[in-house]
């Protein structure tokens, strides 16, 4: 009840833009008591909000929280599905085992899982993944597609896209996508990609994509053993970036490219894929696990599969399923 009295009168606040409410008309239209509309205003207050109260005016909003609780990222949302349910938590392990076990009681497809920190962030290939408090994205989609464990594969590569675009129309910066699935910025990472799949053998029982996204870090804030290669929104672009539009525009973006992969158009993917790579065309070499190069050559296409096609010195071509690339100056 008081979660959805404090989202009502947000609501009448909005909707007056940066006009006054008087406490008369918020009680008349909520059905509550003048001291209960004064109290919402407390409850607001104290989750961040500013307004101004006047006797005679009444109230009016006049400044919002960049926090990404349902509160500041439903009202902006385009979508039809995705991101419709949210699951906020101020702190979390990591987003995608709460996805997970949300996905394995049953959760719909499009739920979901926001932080404003995890303490247990996961990153591709075993490795670990830093949100700090107030200034990244971790976001946890959960999605039940009808495809072939085989081709889950294909839904990194539609986060990749997704959330790129979603990058480039938000903050107008030229984000490109590093095979297999980095999103960088003039050579450094700001986002990384963790797709996990719960399947039988026939069939994908559900697929969570974790996407975790540098905002507004100072380069002092990242991770000092990442600090050459990893960057952020803001210390590319020099200003800070409000966190709840940016889930607003993945998710718009995710559910358009993702309704073309479910519809049988995964060439129309790729091809945007395509456009937004920054490995394709380049010298690169494919290293190990342990880092060491194993093959170089150029980088010619991606398949069907998402895995990179190199075109060695010998003028073979080697197909390239997992791991990591990196890229060689010419
Ligand atoms: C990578 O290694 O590049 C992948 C990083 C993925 C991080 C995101 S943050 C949200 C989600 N929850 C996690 O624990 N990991 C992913």
Redesign the pocket.
């Known amino acids: 009840m008081a979660e959805s009295m404090k989202e009502a009168v947000l609501a009448v606040l909005r909707a007056a833009g940066s006009g006054w409410v008087s406490g008369e008309e918020l009680s008349q239209r909520l059905g509550v008591s003048r001291t209960a509309v004064w109290k919402q205003m407390e409850v607001l207050r104290s989750a961040g909000y500013t307004l101004e109260a006047q006797p005679r005016l009444g109230y009016r909003l006049t400044g919002a929280p960049d926090s990404v609780t349902p509160d500041e990222v439903l009202p902006g949302l385009a979508t039809r599905a995705f991101g419709r349910q949210i699951e906020y938590r101020e702190s979390v392990g990591?987003?995608?085992?709460l996805a997970k076990q949300l996905a394995r009681s049953g959760a719909p497809e499009g739920l979901l899982v926001l932080a404003d920190e995890?303490t247990a962030?996961?990153?591709?290939?075993g490795?670990s993944?830093t949100?700090p408090r107030g200034s990244a994205l971790?976001?946890?989609l959960v999605l039940r597609p009808e495809l072939p464990p085989v081709l889950a594969p294909r839904i990194t590569l539609v986060a990749a896209v997704a959330v790129a675009e979603a990058v480039r129309e938000v903050t107008g910066l030229p984000a490109g996508i590093k095979w297999p699935n980095?999103l960088q910025l003039f050579g450094r990472k700001f986002c990384?990609?963790?797709t996990e799949m719960d399947a039988e053998m026939e069939r994908v029982a559900f697929v969570v994509c974790?996407?975790?996204l540098n905002v507004n870090m100072d380069r002092a804030d990242l991770p000092e053993a990442f600090r050459e290669v990893a960057t952020s929104l803001k210390a590319e672009k020099g200003e800070t970036f409000r966190r709840a539009p940016l889930v607003q525009a993945v998710m718009a973006r995710f559910e358009d490219i993702y309704g073309r992969l479910t519809a049988g158009r995964f060439d129309q993917v790729l091809d945007r894929w395509r456009a937004l790579s920054i490995t394709l065309g380049q010298e690169v070499s494919a290293l190990s696990m342990a880092g060491e190069p194993t093959l170089t050559g150029l980088a010619e296409d991606v398949d069907d599969d998402g895995a990179l096609l190199i075109r060695t010195e010998d003028g073979i071509l080697v197909r390239v399923m997992s791991g990591e690339v990196s890229l060689r100056p010419r």
């Open positions: 990591s987003t995608n085992e995890q962030g996961k990153g591709r290939l490795r993944w949100t971790a976001m946890s980095d990384g990609i963790l974790g996407m975790g």
